[in-house]
Structure formats: C-alpha cells, structure tokens
C-alpha cells in the first residue's frame, strides 16, 4: 500500500518466512518493533496467543534481521515497564529487578533479553525501550484513558449514562505517545545500542485521571462511574512510576506535555468525534 512517503506491507509477526522476505526487500537502515497484543487483561485470558506474538514474534525479527548479515541494520525493541511488576523498588530504572506479573509482560521480559543477547553476542545495533505508559487520542478504547475520554463524551453526547471501571487505585506514570516516540528515534541515532527506561518519573491514579477529565468539563466523575468487577485483573500492578535519568543523559530526551495537556487532548478529541464542539467548554 502507497502513501505520500510511507508504503505499508502486510504480513504477520509470527510470520519467519515473511519477515525475511520483507527485510530482505526494504532493506530497511531502522526497525522498530512495536508489534504486540499489548492489553495486559487480555494477556490473561489469551496468553498463548499473547506470548507467540510478544516473545516469539520479536525474536522471529531479531531472527530476521541478523539472517539479512547486513550490520547497518538499527533495531528498537518497545520493552515496557510492565516488566517490572509489583517490586518494592521505587521509581524504577534499568537496573530495577524484573518481576513479570501477567502473561503480556512475561513476553516482553524474554523479547528484552533476546534484544540484549543478540547485541551481545552478534553485535546487532538492538535497544529496549522500557517505556512507561504513554496515551493519545489515537489510543485503543480498552485502554483506561482513552476509555474515560470517550465515555465522558458519549455522555455528554447522551449515548451512556454510566462508565464501568476496574481498580481506580492503580497508579501509573503516564506520558504522551509523541515524546516517548522521539524518544524511540533518538535511541536509534546512537552510536550503539543500549536499554533505557522513558517515563515522566511523576505518577497518577486512575481517580486523579478521572478528577482531571471529568474536572475539565466541570462534572463530578462520581456521579457516573460504576465500578464492574469483571474489569478487575487477576493481579494489578498497583503502582509505576519510572527514572528516566539514563535518558535523559544520554539522548538529552525529556518529556514536554503534562498528563493535564494529554488529558485535556483527549477530552477535545473525544468531544469533536461526537459533534460536539470542545470550544463550548473553553477549549
Ligand atoms: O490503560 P491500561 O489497560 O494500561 P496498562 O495495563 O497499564 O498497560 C499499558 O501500559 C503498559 C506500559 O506502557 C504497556 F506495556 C501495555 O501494553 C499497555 O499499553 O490500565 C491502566 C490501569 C490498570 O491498573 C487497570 O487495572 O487502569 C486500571 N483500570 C481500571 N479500570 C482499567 C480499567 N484498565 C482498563 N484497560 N480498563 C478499565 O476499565
């Protein structure tokens, strides 16, 4: 498929045969590995499924990469701080113990160290974000967010009246997808590779990013959100908040929009994909 500047190829990440093909036909100088069925409540109920693309996919590019014998090839692993599960360490970096709490982060866990192998072994230019969450109005629906903004729209649409939720106690550092982005790139334009944790390094509960969404339109979230045990999680992380000094070192990166910004970006967005203009609540 053919854009402007961009071509789109198909093909499956559990796919050898393809991704050989296809790096041998790009010839790409950077790849980027974001593939993933990347919903940790999902990665409960499909955890085979979860690990064959997460763990087994990224090594298949790995795979793909290094048969290709071409050195100039650049390879960014999307890690996440999911890895780091419920330790006691507080905020956590890149030498803060791994403790997997769910099928999707165990994947991510054995993608890291497959990442680290073949820079160590073969020499490949191979980076692991171990990136924090990070949210824009292009987020999935099912992801808590996104979810919020687009629930609160639809009621002030008059399309729902309530919102269900899972944990509302869980804490995580969240950032906006354009800064860890650049920061993705930035790892590439390195003179080799390296692991790096990208985050904001300040954390929020769910009941903050409520307060700040339905606060910015003037409501109480409490009049509208329902808590469905359904949405609760086998084991929740319940809290992340990451150290982003080696980063912010090294690749001189540093997180420009606040969760308030992202928020309010999101609301905006949401209000405007229902009609309604956001400039009525002064944005
Ligand atoms: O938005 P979430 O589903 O994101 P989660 O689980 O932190 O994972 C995201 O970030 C990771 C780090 O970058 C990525 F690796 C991962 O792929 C994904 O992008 O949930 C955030 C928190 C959780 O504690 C969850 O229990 O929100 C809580 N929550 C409460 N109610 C909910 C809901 N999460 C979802 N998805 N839906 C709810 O109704």
Known sequence: MQGDSIYLHFGDITDSSRLNDLINQVEPNEVYNLAAQSHVQISFDEPIHTSEVVALGALKVLEAVRNIGSSHIRFYQATTSEVYGNVEASPQDEKTPFHPDNPY???KVFA??????????????????????HESPRRGENFVTRKITRGLA?????KQDKLLLGNLDA?????????????MWMMLQQASGDDYVIATGKSYSVRDYLDISFGSLGLDWSDYVEIDQNLLRPIDVSEFIGDSKKARNALGWEPKISLEDLAREMVATDLAHEGIDPAQFGF
């Open 105 to 107: 982060a165990c994947g």
């Open 112 to 133: 890291f160290h497959q990442v680290r192998l073949y820079r160590e072994a073969y020499g490949l230019h191979a980076s692991n974000g171990i990136l924090f969450n």
């Open 154 to 158: 639809r009621i002030i649409a008059g």
């Open 171 to 183: 804490r995580r550092d969240w950032g906006h997808a354009k800064d860890y982005v650049q920061a």
